[in-house]
């Protein structure tokens, strides 16, 4: 079965300073991990996604996300956050092996990390 | 720019009436879904939708049917709404056989009362 856990539902961290968010996953075939911010009340924006490749991917936004393979982590990070990163942010996976030759696109999504940037 | 839409922002409606929630995308994407999104539980796909009149059950299809009558539309009803269906719906679209990741609409807050 798949699924995806994002251990905090909080982070906090001050203006200026680095932050990571953590997102776990399992899957039974090889995944496709992705990244969404979500602002109040509004919908969900894509960050940045990991497919194949280099093991870090760099998104939207400053954001970046380390694959780490035998930790089956997909950690999203920041080198210097800002107030305006305060959001709801979300990982969410593919499972290639459920996913019927790669049509359906189905993601699974974690609970979500909910980050506050404070000046 | 890629474009999903959602009728409705805000819904309040009674309990036992039926509701249609509109989705319609621009991008001629194959695969379409409808989530729900409640604090704690993050998103809970309801049904999606890979061609048309096609559609499969997600894990929370209790209470829910859906219909695609055209390749953009996915529309969400809910029969007989109850207040323990008041939460905020999404609708994402992806197009079948890439790597791209799904886009969504702005959200619909429902209200049942």
């Known amino acids: 079965a798949q699924s995806v856990a994002q251990p905090e539902d909080q982070v906090n961290v001050a203006e200026g300073n680095p932050l990571t968010v953590k997102c776990t996953y399992s899957?039974?075939?090889?995944?496709?991990l992705f990244w969404y911010v979500q602002y109040p009340n509004r919908g969900l924006q894509f960050l940045l996604k990991?497919?194949?490749?280099?093991?870090l991917v760099k998104g939207s936004y400053g954001f970046e996300a380390e694959f780490n393979k035998s930790q089956t982590s997909f950690h999203l990070k920041k080198p210097s956050a800002l107030v305006s990163d305060s959001a709801l942010y979300f990982c969410?996976?593919?499972?290639?092996?459920?996913?019927?030759?790669?049509?359906?696109?189905?993601?699974?999504f974690g609970r979500g990390t909910q980050l506050t940037v404070w000046p | 720019d890629v474009k999903v839409t959602q009728s409705s922002r805000y819904l309040v409606k009674r309990t036992g009436e039926k509701v249609f929630l509109e989705c319609v995308q621009d991008?001629?994407?194959?695969?379409m879904f409808w989530y729900r999104q409640d604090p704690g539980l993050g998103l809970r796909l309801i049904y999606f939708?890979?061609?048309?009149?096609?559609?499969e059950k997600g894990d929370i299809p209790e209470g829910y049917s859906v219909s695609r009558e055209k390749k953009e539309r996915f529309s969400l009803i809910l029969e007989s709404a109850s207040t323990n269906q008041t939460s905020m719906y999404l609708c994402?679209?992806?197009?079948?056989?890439?790597?791209?990741?799904?886009?969504f609409g702005p959200g619909t807050r429902l209200t049942v009362t």
């Open positions: 991008m001629d994407h194959e695969n």
């Open positions: 969410a996976v593919r499972d290639l092996s459920t996913d019927r030759g790669s049509t359906l696109g189905r993601l699974y």
């Open positions: 990991y497919i194949t490749g280099d093991n």
């Open positions: 939708s890979y061609d048309v009149k096609m559609k």
């Open positions: 899957v039974s075939g090889n995944p496709y």
């Open positions: 994402a679209s992806t197009s079948a056989g890439t790597t791209y990741e799904q886009y």
